[in-house]
């Protein structure tokens, strides 16, 4: 397969009215939900998929304080690296979507370099990811040849379920639509799914379609009721895809293709795979940077950090996982690289400690994350209780036997200062794990349980290994 040229001259892909409007309605209902993880209603909305109109108003359709929209017009700032006082500042005096669009637009006009993409945090405190548009324009154009290397035909409508501002949804819901027309000369059609029930979606669908999805989605999209139309094909990514659900999707479930594409926030893509492949395929485009380890080793068995080189780059980039390598360009990952945090100056890690809890009598499941910074960090925990724990009492009572036990089983850092019950692990919009906000003190039970790191002195361990 032939490898896209790293440097094609840059579409501007902003110049389309209906393009920048998804992607600055989505972004600003992304940080509008960070900013109100309660729950929030924009008055402006022509229907509960999105759609907004152009005359939507930050302060009096969105309710936006001052603080809000500070961060609002923060959060289009980063993601298009805007640089123009005056624009922002009209903005500011207009808060409106079509402002917002047509100051995304002048300023990308002006200087579209690169763009900045946030990553949903389940690894660390969120950040900002910065890719040169020239190396995710050559990403789209590889996807395009790698389909019709497939065998596949051409995409009649992209169905996006995922938003189009994150990185997972810009390749493959703004450009790649874009790459078929600049190949072709026939536009690509995008049908503008997120936040609309998988079901709904699952029954509006037409031959070539080609939908974009989360695993937590397509596993909703292949319950829905009735068949789906011939040569409808799949691209899943953000988070691993169950291995039965694939065959599922790719077998009896009747997509004509299921693609996962191997990546991150950090990285963009790196590798996919088609089922029934077990092995991810590295992109042509990347090299994996040479480490010394044999066929079939797992990296971080032998310590080693799975790093990548871009062509035409000198600065390599680390993947988010561990990897099991079968030569050179194929790989399976085989679990997130360990994430170690510092609480009180020790070493601890979350997921040691998450594995003790799921291990407790009456807990399904749970996870740890860090809580606070610096000297005042701590952990929280969020635990799944088992099913025969139902009633709220119930629930209470176990907190608190966590609580105790953690008490006298872990050493002060490694113990979760909070622990929240609900009946799953919290993921976002995109099906990733994400952090979950605290309920308010004086209406939790949990928070009437004294908390346990209090500076005794006994000594602490490592729980990091």
């Known amino acids: 397969m032939a490898t896209p040229d790293v440097h094609p001259a840059l579409p501007p892909w902003w110049d389309e009215p209906e393009v920048l409007a998804r992607l600055v309605s989505h972004l600003l209902r992304a940080e509008m939900q960070q900013l109100r993880p309660g729950g929030w209603f924009a008055t402006g909305q022509d229907d509960p998929a999105g759609g907004w109109h152009p005359a939507l108003d930050w302060r009096h359709d969105l309710g936006a ?121 026939q536009p690509l059609p995008v049908v503008d799914a997120w936040r609309r029930p998988p079901a709904k979606a699952a029954l509006g669908l037409r031959p070539g379609d080609v939908v974009v999805a989360v695993p937590a989605l397509w596993g909703l999209l292949l319950r829905s009721p009735g068949d789906w139309p011939a040569q409808v094909s799949g691209l899943c990514s953000t988070a691993p895809c169950p291995p039965a659900l694939a065959a599922a999707l790719g077998g009896a479930g009747g997509l004509q293709a299921f693609l996962e594409i191997y990546g991150s926030s950090e990285t963009a893509g790196l590798g996919v795979r088609r089922w029934p492949a077990a092995d991810y395929t590295l992109l042509p485009y990347w090299e994996r940077v040479p480490e010394g380890s044999q066929e079939g080793q797992d990296d971080a068995c032998a310590g080693r950090v799975p790093r990548f080189l871009r062509q035409g780059s000198h600065q390599a980039v680390e993947g988010p996982d561990r990897l099991q390598w079968q030569g050179e360009r194929r790989f399976q990952p085989v679990g997130r690289r360990d994430q170690v945090v510092q609480v009180g100056g020790v070493n601890v890690s979350p997921a040691t400690v998450a594995a003790a809890l799921a291990a407790r009598p009456g807990v399904a499941q749970a996870v740890v994350r860090p809580w606070g910074e610096g000297a005042q960090a701590r952990l929280k925990a969020f635990v799944v209780p088992a099913p025969e724990v139902r009633a709220a009492a119930q629930e209470a009572e176990l907190v608190a036997a966590l609580l105790a036990w953690a008490r006298q089983g872990l050493p002060p850092a490694a113990r979760p200062v909070h622990i929240q019950t609900g009946p799953a692990l919290p993921v976002n919009a995109m099906g990733k794990a994400c952090d979950w906000p605290l309920p308010p003190a004086d209406v939790t039970p949990q928070a009437t349980v004294p908390r346990i790191l209090e500076g005794e002195g006994d000594e602490s361990a490592d729980l990091a290994g």
Do not use: K, N
Request: proline letters at 6%; hydrophobic letters at 50%; a neutral charge.
């Open 65 to 185: 304080d001052s603080l809000e929209r500070m961060q609002l017009l923060t959060a289009l700032a980063e993601w298009a690296e805007l640089e123009d006082g005056p624009a922002l500042e009209r903005l500011w005096a207009e808060p409106t979507l079509a402002a917002a669009c047509q100051a995304l637009a002048h300023g990308l006009a002006s200087r579209h370099e690169a763009v900045v993409f946030r990553t949903s945090g389940s690894t660390g405190p969120a950040r900002g990811c910065r890719h040169r548009l020239a190396a995710l324009w050559q990403e789209v154009a590889h996807w395009v040849l790698l389909w019709r290397d497939q065998g596949l035909p051409r995409p009649q409508r992209v169905v996006s379920l995922v938003p189009a501002h994150h990185i997972y949804g810009f390749l493959f819901s703004v450009l790649w639509p874009l790459a078929w027309q600049r190949a072709d000369g």
